[in-house]
Structure formats: C-alpha cells, structure tokens
C-alpha cells in the first residue's frame, strides 16, 4: 500500500527498476539499476536490491529517489519507533525517520529490559543518543540528561 501521489517501482525492457512518480507523466526519480524497488510497509521508504557480484544488497530509497541507506547492505529490517536497522558483514547500523544514519559499526544491537537501543562498539556496550553518539552504559551522568534511541518505548 502506497500513499496516494507517492511514487511506484516500475521496470524497463531489461528488466531493471526505478522509482517514478505517479503525477501521469511517470518520470523516473532513480536510474534504472535496481533489480527491484519495493515500499517498506507503513513508510514512505522504498527498499531497493541490486545483485552485486551474485550477492543480493539491500538499500533505502526516500519517496524522492534518493539513496539514504548505500544499496550495498546485506539486510534492512522493518520499521520499531521510527528506526530501521540495517546489517552489513555482521555489523549493524541503523536509520531513524529524523535523518540520523549511522553506517555498520556496531556487533550487537538489542532493545534493553526497558526498551533502549543497547549497543556493543568493540567490547563495550552502550546506548545511542538522538544525535548518534554512542554512551558508554556506565555513564549515568551522561545517560540522565540526554535523549537516547529507544527500539520500544515504555507506555
């Protein structure tokens, strides 16, 4: 389901997709190099896959065309409190619908007891800010008067 107006995946004679409006001229917004563009469900992101060396990768397309996550991911996951978690050679990063992206970088990603995003930067565990700076979990000065991501927000 797409919003009314917003663009749709469509193919060439080769088989190749882009992502082109819906205004009745059907302008393309991307080049036609994806081997397929489909709407992130309950967004208004497109998930786009390429097959690179025999490899299918993953990216994020905004409803203008542009690449926000590289087509070069091995998996995007669906959608928690307005992030989406991208994985790339078992390291992860994560996209928020605020603009943050932060490319692969992390070992572990895991929502805490209270639903923060906890994670694990070499062999340290810490949270993400809203701004994408990693706090260490032992500092509590730091962590009481900062906003952190949260995958599940208490009720």
């Not at 990216?59 to 070069?72: A, V």
Request: net charge negative.
């Amino acid at each position: 389901t797409i919003k009314r107006g917003d663009p749709i995946a469509a193919a060439n004679d080769e088989g190749k997709f882009a992502l082109v409006t819906t205004d009745g001229y059907g302008r393309p917004l991307t080049s036609f190099d994806y081997d397929m563009i489909e709407c992130k469900h309950h967004t208004s992101f497109y998930s786009c896959y390429k097959m690179i060396n025999g490899e299918l990768q993953c990216g994020l397309l905004n409803k203008y065309g542009k690449e926000i996550i590289p087509c070069e991911m091995d998996t995007i996951w669906d959608i928690h409190n307005n992030i989406i978690i991208v994985d790339k050679n078992d390291k992860y990063g994560l996209y928020t619908t605020f603009g943050l992206y932060i490319p692969p970088m992390y070992n572990e990603i895991e929502p805490d007891e209270a639903g923060f995003l906890l994670v694990q930067k070499g062999n340290e565990w810490g949270y993400i800010s809203e701004q994408g700076d990693f706090i260490h979990e032992d500092d509590e000065e730091t962590l009481d008067h900062t906003t952190i991501l949260a995958l599940y927000p208490e009720w």
